[in-house]
């Protein structure tokens, strides 16, 4: 629709804080460090993680991004990635004591 960035804001601007935004670099309406550049702006309390298949993600550190995951990460290694950044808490006896 050409629209999706206007209307992820408008969700980010309505409905905040989320436990976590997940956002590409690569948008079909536009470059990914806008829309992390602007969830910082309206919804400071939400983490943000950034998945890309791009070789350098200092851009998106820099515009905000609490976490720059690349895409060629293991899944199990995202998710947990993911659970810690939205401080969701380890279920018990997963973890090694």
Known sequence: SGAEIAEALRIVSVHRPFDLAVV????PDGDG???VREI????PGTPVAVLSARQDLSEALAAGADKAIPKRTGLAEIVACLVRLAGIPDRPGTQDA
Do not use: A, F, Y
Not at 24 to 27: E, F, M, P, V
Not at 40 to 43: A, D, H, T
């Open 24 to 27: 590409d670099l690569i948008l």
């Open 33 to 35: 460090t806008t829309v």
């Open 40 to 43: 910082k702006r309206r919804s």
